[in-house]
């Protein structure tokens, strides 16, 4: 009897592999695309090993919440961790109006050959905060950092006019220590027309009133705002030296959407004289801050920052945030993610040098 239960059980279980190969083997052959996330990091993780420190490809189809913060349900291997609060809680958003969408206007705009079936989209015209990150531990790496993500904005998306909407220019915050955190924006500045730039530096050494009217290593190459709605855009912040001294920022930006070469759009090695608040603190060699940049405490996080304040038209989406260190100073990059962009190059070579300003 005992045997013959065993046979039965056996055939039992045969029969459902069959049924699944056979379902994969139907999907297969219809030309649909299998599940390929399954809370696994994305693929360029894999290949960087242990110097990935976590990967979010953001193909939640909901959320865990803990006080502010949420934690997609699609990662569970490598899954960042924003301001310390828990593996997996990489979004801080107070209001529950975040989604995993899978709508075809924004996904169209994806390159080619992509396997995004969904991302973290925003609500039209978001009022506060909301913003991903992953908080670096003590046993990290500290000669170079660096984080990558991309951002889609919306066509009617609308940046600060200084009057109703305000504060929606902003894309990312270094954070050390409130409120000592550099904020990086993307303004429009006279005659310098839209300027990425860095900002907020006091509190490190030097201290300084910088950089509202330009930035350090300004590209003038950079793409304008008006061309920022409608597409998707790959930013990657590379910190070296997180420790100080001799912190520095270099930040590339990719339109993956129109797939138009990489800009290295910020660089604070490079002076910036006359961009300050005060003339007599210019970003420059003489004060130390291209070369001698040391922050009030250890830089621990780069995050992306959404944080808007109405009311403003549009909203934002985000897709594969990735972080990664290395104990070494040797022009490492994260680059593309091989779901987004298909086979484009995971390391891409650094642009040329950036214009003095």
């Known amino acids: 009897m005992a045997t013959k ?20 083997l139907a999907v297969v052959l ?10 696994s990091p994305e693929q360029r993780c894999s290949q960087l090993g242990g110097n990935c420190l976590c990967s979010e490809p953001l193909q939640m189809t909901g959320f865990t919440r803990f006080s502010d ?26 209001t529950d109006d975040l989604i995993g ?13 992509n396997s995004v079936a969904r991302v973290l989209k925003g609500p039209e015209g ?20 660096a984080v990558r993500w991309y951002l889609y904005y919306s066509p009617n998306f609308q940046f600060d006019d200084k ?43 030097p201290s300084l009133d910088c950089c509202p009217n330009g930035t350090p290593g300004y590209n ?35 339109n993956v959407t129109d797939n138009t070469a990489e800009v290295k759009v910020l ?21 130390g801050a291209t070369s001698s940049l040391v922050p009030p405490t250890t830089y621990r996080e780069t995050r992306t920052e959404h944080f808007r304040n109405g009311p403003c038209a549009g909203f934002y989406a985000v897709s594969h945030y990735m972080s990664a260190a290395w104990s070494t100073n040797a022009g490492q990059r994260i680059g593309a993610a091989l779901e987004v962009e298909g086979g484009a190059t995971p390391n891409p070579s650094a642009p040329g040098p950036l214009t003095v300003q």
Request: glycine content about 10%; overall charge positive.
């Open 126 to 145: 978001h009022n506060g905060i909301w913003n991903l990150g992953h908080m670096l531990s003590g046993s990290d790496p500290t000669a170079r950092y």
């Open 163 to 205: 009057v109703t909407c305000m504060n929606s220019q902003k894309w990312m915050v270094g954070s050390t220590n409130f409120p000592n955190n550099p904020q990086s924006g993307i303004h429009s500045n006279g005659s310098l027309g839209a300027v990425f730039h860095q900002y907020a530096w006091s509190g490190w050494s």
């Open 69 to 94: 913060y949420l934690k997609p349900n699609d990662s569970t291997t490598k899954a960042c961790n924003t301001e310390g609060v828990g593996d997996g809680y990489t979004i801080l958003r107070q």
């Open 101 to 113: 969408s899978s709508d075809a206007t924004i996904l169209s705009k994806l390159p080619t050959g």
């Open 5 to 24: 239960l065993m046979a039965t059980n056996f055939d039992v279980l045969k029969r459902r592999r069959l049924l699944i190969v056979a379902a994969v």
């Open 267 to 287: 660089d604070t090695t490079i002076p910036c004289v006359g961009c300050g608040n005060d003339p007599t603190n210019d970003w420059s060699l003489l004060s």
């Open 220 to 254: 003038p190459l950079g793409p304008s705002r008006s061309l920022l709605p409608g597409r998707w855009w790959r930013f990657e912040v590379v910190v070296k030296n997180r420790t100080g001294p001799s912190l520095s920022f270099e930040v590339y930006v990719k």
């Open 30 to 39: 219809s030309g649909l695309s299998l599940p390929s996330y399954a809370g």
